[in-house]
């Protein structure tokens, strides 16, 4: 096992060389950063279904979470906004918030005055429309404010330090993983994947459209990275070419560090009671709830550990490409890719999804210009035979990438449904 | 009345029209989950396949300049149905029926779904390119313009030629597989093997003929659904994967396994969309003569956004799980 592991990952690394021989060191040095952000998540992800168990489809929506955070944390101050009327109207948006919040756990309660039954339904669903209501009353004109010149156009960030940043996506994905927990985990596999779909979609909907907030379409750049820049480095005296390389290495260090820190704490997990009782849950939770263990209580314990990781991962990937935009955020890019990696390099295994998670953010980022290659060879050769050129090479390359990883999973789980580095069983006997 | 015609025109055609699409793709859904026990991701794919399949169907026509009463989208629909329900059963045989020959779980077919999503949208993609394509290049979209000055409306009904076929191709094909269902016996047969596929099995039921129909009837309807959608708006690689999960919204909120549930369930989700996008300032503006002056209707008066109109199918699938996971049919629970 350890010997195949060690062949799968100096494969990877003689990848890595080759790649940065063919496509040059800047190119490469900012696809290792990015993969250590999805090694990152992949690792939330194996906690979650490899230790777990858990169908979580919704990584996509922690994803964006930890975006936002960072991007809240530091982005520089705003000062019109902090100087207007924006920041008493959200004041009252969040009351209002609150009141409705109030309203419905009233509702909620209502048998204990001897509402009982269908009446207790139709008081809920009346203390949810006039919750709603009320907040909607509220945060339109707060929202309309803030968008307009008056308000300064968006809230703007903290001016925090990004690991700060970093931290706060861990905990607001967190705080969603919980709310999201206790709304789904009760559910079977395949109704928990598509209600962490929905769940996401309705994340994405609402980071996408509120502009006040997280401005939206119009995207947020540049946020701050939590190393020195490369212009910093240039001021310091050094060449264009050596401060690009040197900056992402520096970021490179804090993301491995990052990496090596989580990897360990999860290692240790897995090896230890925790980890045993996990897996015993995710084999047979009958028989854990036979022998006292709260299942539901340890699920949601194993989601919200694995969102955070998620949430931390797409701030540094944030962090790292400088720029906030909710419209670039796909399932197939943010969820299929990640549950694609953790498949292909073995759930379960940390090591597996470490590796999964390098190598197909390699073969996904390489496939287009492989695949434009390729076709542009083939274009040359059926010139030749006087067939004509393919039409529109860059857009089709473009859309590649998506066919090659479905190919990769079909392929993987008809042929290593376990993965390249699977579990290891033990068995005390 | 005015307003009436209006809100015909925007809430209960566009909403009947959205709710037979959303109903078409989730019977395929409903019915595969029934038979196989898998959600069955894949099938946006076949919608967007089939309506590919319809739309270089109606190109061929229209190069070989045959012209049809109604839109070639129709004509060539019968062909194109064929040729998705083999497209189906041939992706069934080629990456689903090993795994399950390999007797791997629910989960793992799932995920392999996923997988031939990926992979029918690169190909799509590929060929197609990522823009948009219309049914109606060659030929004019017919809008039926009803007057209604009779009843004293100053619009009229407003209904396009594809929608008034929609409507009607939908209810024959459900009303056929209603008989299919109840009165023959494979269909009695797939309904006992929704049911207890142990069961089915052991009673001499054929359960690999039982899982080869069920392919044709999903491959079939979801080219239906997708060449529909196409139809009335415009054919695109996405097409189908971005209302995929309204459609399995549909299902669930129908109970997942029962085909009236996914019938219910769709027209439930499209008129949940469009009435919580419709402005209601449009229907009550009457109400602003009579209303005193601090209770004048805003010019906007809709319960969310239209932003957010896909979101609403999600929060009706979340408040179902939560509430009732077996759906309004009872279907297979969670």
Same mark, same amino acid.
Request: net charge positive; aromatic share 10%.
């Given at each position: 096992?350890?010997?195949?592991?060690?062949?799968?990952?100096?494969?990877?690394?003689?990848?890595?060389?080759?790649?940065?021989?063919?496509?040059?060191?800047?190119?490469?040095?900012?696809?290792?950063?990015?993969?250590?952000?999805? $090694?990152?998540?992949?690792?939330?992800?194996?906690?979650?279904?490899?230790?777990?168990?858990?169908?979580?489809?919704?990584?996509?929506?922690?994803?964006?979470?930890?975006?936002?955070?960072?991007?809240?944390?530091?982005?520089?101050?705003?000062?019109?906004?902090?100087?207007?009327?924006?920041?008493?109207?959200?004041?009252?948006?969040?009351?209002?918030?609150?009141?409705?919040?109030?309203?419905?756990?009233?509702?909620?309660?209502?048998?204990?005055?001897?509402?009982?039954?269908?009446?207790?339904?139709?008081?809920?669903?009346?203390?949810?429309?006039?919750?709603?209501?009320?907040?909607?009353?509220?945060?339109?004109?707060?929202? $309309?404010?803030?968008?307009?010149?008056?308000?300064?156009?968006?809230?703007?960030?903290?001016?925090?330090?990004?690991?700060?940043?970093?931290?706060?996506?861990?905990?607001?994905?967190?705080?969603?993983?919980?709310?999201?927990?206790?709304?789904?985990?009760?559910?079977?596999?395949?109704?928990? $994947?598509?209600?962490?779909?929905?769940?996401?979609?309705?994340?994405? $909907?609402?980071?996408?459209?509120?502009?006040?907030?997280?401005?939206?379409?119009?995207?947020?750049?540049?946020?701050?990275?939590?190393?020195?820049?490369?212009?910093?480095?240039?001021?310091?005296?050094?060449?264009?070419?050596?401060?690009?390389?040197?900056?992402?290495?520096?970021?490179?260090?804090?993301?491995?560090?990052?990496?090596?820190?989580?990897?360990?704490?999860?290692?240790?997990?897995?090896?230890?009671?925790?980890?045993?009782?996990?897996?015993?849950?995710?084999?047979?939770?009958?028989?854990?709830?036979?022998?006292?263990?709260?299942?539901?209580?340890?699920?949601?314990?194993?989601?919200?550990?694995?969102?955070?990781?998620?949430?931390?991962?797409?701030?540094?990937?944030?962090?790292?490409?400088?720029?906030?935009?909710?419209?670039?955020?796909?399932?197939?890019?943010?969820?299929?890719?990640?549950?694609?990696?953790?498949?292909?390099?073995?759930?379960?295994?940390?090591?597996?999804?470490?590796?999964?998670?390098?190598?197909?953010?390699?073969?996904?980022?390489?496939?287009?210009?492989?695949?434009?290659?390729?076709?542009?060879?083939?274009?040359?050769?059926?010139?030749?035979?006087?067939?004509?050129?393919?039409?529109?090479?860059?857009?089709?390359?473009?859309?590649?990438?998506?066919?090659?990883?479905?190919?990769?999973?079909?392929?993987?789980?008809?042929?290593?449904?376990?993965?390249?580095?699977?579990?290891?069983?033990?068995?005390?006997? | 009345?005015?307003?009436?015609?209006?809100?015909?025109?925007?809430?209960?055609?566009?909403?009947?029209?959205?709710?037979?699409?959303?109903?078409?793709?989730?019977?395929?859904?409903?019915?595969?989950?029934?038979?196989?026990?898998?959600?069955?991701?894949?099938?946006?794919?076949?919608?967007?396949?089939?309506?590919?399949?319809?739309?270089?169907?109606?190109?061929?026509?229209?190069?070989?300049?045959?012209?049809?009463?109604?839109?070639?989208?129709?004509?060539?629909?019968?062909?194109?149905?064929?040729?998705?329900?083999?497209?189906?059963?041939?992706?069934?045989?080629?990456?689903?029926?090993?795994?399950?020959?390999?007797?791997?779980?629910?989960?793992?077919?799932?995920?392999?779904?996923?997988?031939?999503?990926?992979?029918?949208?690169?190909?799509?993609?590929?060929?197609?390119?990522?823009?948009?394509?219309?049914?109606?290049?060659?030929?004019?979209?017919? +809008?039926?313009?009803?007057?209604?000055?009779?009843?004293?409306?100053?619009?009229?009904?407003?209904?396009?030629?594809?929608?008034?076929?929609?409507?009607?191709?939908?209810?024959?094909? +459900?009303?056929?597989?209603?008989?299919?269902?109840?009165?023959?016996?494979?269909?009695?047969?797939?309904?006992?093997?929704?049911?207890?596929?142990?069961?089915?099995?052991?009673?001499?039921?054929?359960?690999? #003929?039982?899982?080869?129909?069920?392919?044709?009837?999903?491959?079939?309807?979801?080219?239906?659904?997708?060449?529909?959608?196409?139809?009335?708006?415009?054919?695109?690689?996405?097409?189908?994967?971005?209302?995929? #999960?309204?459609?399995?919204?549909?299902?669930? +909120?129908?109970?997942?396994?029962?085909?009236?549930?996914?019938?219910?369930?769709?027209?439930?989700?499209?008129?949940?969309?469009?009435?919580?996008?419709?402005?209601?300032?449009?229907?009550?503006?009457? #109400?602003?003569?009579?209303?005193?002056?601090?209770?004048?209707?805003?010019?906007?008066?809709?319960?969310?956004?239209?932003?957010?109109?896909?979101?609403?199918?999600?929060?009706?699938?979340?408040?179902?799980?939560?509430?009732?996971?077996?759906?309004?049919?009872?279907?297979?629970?969670?």
């Amino acid at each position: 096992m350890i010997q195949r592991s060690l062949t799968l990952f100096g494969g990877l690394f003689v990848l890595i060389l080759l790649m940065g021989g063919v496509m040059g060191a800047p190119f490469t040095s900012s696809r290792l950063v990015e993969a250590a952000a999805y $090694a990152l998540i992949a690792l939330g992800l194996n906690i979650q279904w490899g230790y777990g168990g858990l169908f979580n489809f919704g990584i996509m929506g922690f994803l964006m979470v930890g975006g936002a955070a960072v991007t809240f944390i530091s982005y520089p101050v705003n000062p019109v906004f902090w100087g207007s009327e924006g920041p008493a109207m959200l004041g009252r948006a969040l009351l209002a918030f609150a009141g409705g919040a109030l309203i419905v756990l009233a509702a909620r309660k209502a048998d204990r005055i001897g509402i009982a039954g269908k009446w207790k339904a139709a008081l809920t669903v009346l203390a949810w429309f006039i919750a709603y209501v009320l907040y909607r009353s509220q945060l339109d004109p707060a929202a $309309a404010y803030i968008e307009s010149a008056a308000g300064g156009g968006w809230v703007g960030g903290l001016g925090g330090h990004p690991i700060l940043g970093w931290v706060f996506g861990g905990v607001l994905a967190a705080g969603i993983a919980y709310v999201v927990g206790k709304i789904c985990l009760g559910l079977r596999t395949d109704y928990l $994947a598509i209600a962490t779909i929905g769940i996401s979609e309705i994340i994405r $909907a609402l980071i996408k459209n509120m502009d006040w907030l997280t401005r939206g379409t119009l995207t947020v750049s540049p946020i701050p990275w939590p190393t020195p820049l490369p212009q910093q480095l240039q001021a310091g005296g050094m060449s264009i070419a050596d401060s690009l390389l040197t900056a992402r290495a520096i970021y490179l260090l804090l993301a491995i560090v990052v990496l090596g820190v989580v990897l360990w704490l999860i290692s240790r997990a897995y090896a230890g009671p925790w980890g045993r009782m996990m897996r015993a849950i995710r084999d047979n939770h009958i028989a854990a709830t036979s022998m006292g263990k709260n299942v539901t209580a340890r699920q949601l314990e194993i989601f919200v550990f694995g969102s955070v990781l998620m949430g931390i991962g797409g701030a540094m990937l944030v962090s790292f490409v400088q720029i906030f935009d909710p419209s670039s955020y796909q399932p197939i890019n943010h969820t299929f890719l990640i549950w694609v990696m953790v498949i292909v390099g073995g759930a379960g295994n940390n090591w597996g999804a470490l590796f999964g998670a390098v190598l197909l953010w390699l073969i996904w980022v390489v496939s287009e210009p492989l695949s434009k290659a390729v076709f542009d060879f083939v274009s040359t050769w059926s010139t030749q035979f006087g067939w004509g050129a393919i039409p529109e090479i860059e857009a089709r390359s473009a859309q590649m990438r998506v066919f090659v990883l479905g190919l990769v999973i079909t392929i993987a789980l008809r042929f290593a449904p376990k993965g390249l580095i699977p579990e290891v069983v033990k068995r005390e006997s | 009345m005015t307003e009436l015609i209006f809100f015909t025109n925007q809430v209960i055609i566009s909403g009947l029209v959205l709710g037979c699409i959303y109903a078409l793709g989730a019977i395929g859904i409903t019915l595969i989950f029934g038979i196989l026990r898998f959600a069955h991701f894949a099938h946006s794919e076949l919608m967007t396949g089939g309506a590919f399949i319809a739309f270089l169907l109606a190109s061929l026509f229209a190069a070989w300049g045959i012209v049809t009463p109604i839109p070639t989208g129709f004509v060539v629909l019968p062909i194109a149905m064929v040729l998705a329900a083999i497209l189906a059963l041939g992706i069934d045989k080629g990456f689903y029926a090993p795994l399950r020959k390999r007797g791997a779980k629910p989960v793992t077919l799932l995920i392999a779904s996923i997988g031939v999503t990926l992979m029918i949208q690169g190909l799509i993609r590929l060929f197609f390119g990522a823009g948009s394509y219309s049914f109606f290049e060659t030929e004019p979209k017919e +809008v039926f313009r009803f007057d209604m000055t009779a009843i004293g409306s100053t619009r009229p009904l407003v209904i396009t030629e594809p929608q008034v076929l929609m409507i009607l191709v939908t209810f024959v094909s +459900v009303l056929a597989l209603h008989f299919f269902l109840t009165r023959s016996r494979l269909g009695k047969a797939m309904r006992a093997m929704a049911d207890n596929a142990d069961l089915a099995q052991v009673s001499g039921i054929n359960t690999t #003929l039982v899982v080869r129909v069920t392919w044709i009837i999903a491959g079939a309807l979801g080219c239906m659904a997708g060449t529909m959608l196409a139809l009335d708006v415009t054919l695109k690689p996405d097409l189908a994967f971005n209302i995929i #999960l309204p459609i399995f919204a549909a299902a669930i +909120v129908g109970g997942l396994g029962q085909a009236y549930g996914a019938i219910a369930g769709g027209l439930l989700i499209g008129f949940a969309e469009t009435l919580a996008v419709f402005n209601w300032t449009m229907l009550l503006r009457p #109400l602003n003569a009579i209303l005193p002056d601090w209770m004048q209707l805003p010019p906007t008066l809709a319960l969310v956004p239209t932003e957010y109109k896909l979101t609403v199918a999600f929060v009706i699938l979340v408040v179902t799980l939560l509430v009732r996971p077996t759906g309004i049919f009872k279907g297979a629970s969670s």
